[in-house]
């Protein structure tokens, strides 16, 4: 099995609810914000598209939600889960059950 396959495998291990606490901090580590989330991940039968959804919940009261689809044929790269909304962004998952987002290219500010 290719890199390509084995990321999108262990990507369906992921296909539940998630939910946690994002803190987004300023590049001196100042807390910039932070929030309450809901990441769902759910699949066809096949599992070969899979649609993610993030829904984010504010101290005050304000609800936003974004959903995006991936595909094996055009989300899984060698180089890990290409993420629709970011062209340097990639999802990580492993045999072990873990998993991260991460940007694979810096750009300025």
Known sequence: MDAKER???YCTNHLLNWHGIWTRY???????????S????KSNLEKTKIVHTNTYSYANGENKQESWE??????????????????????YF???GHATWA???????
Do not use: C, I, Y
């Open 7 to 9: 990321n999108w495998n």
């Open 26 to 36: 300023t590049p001196v580590g100042d807390v910039k914000e932070s929030f309450q």
């Open 38 to 41: 809901l990441r769902s991940f």
């Open 70 to 91: 991936f595909n094996f044929l055009s989300n899984s790269l060698d180089n890990g889960l290409f993420h629709p909304s970011r062209e340097t962004m990639r999802g």
């Open 94 to 96: 492993f045999a072990s």
């Open 103 to 109: 940007t694979v290219k810096l750009k300025p500010n």
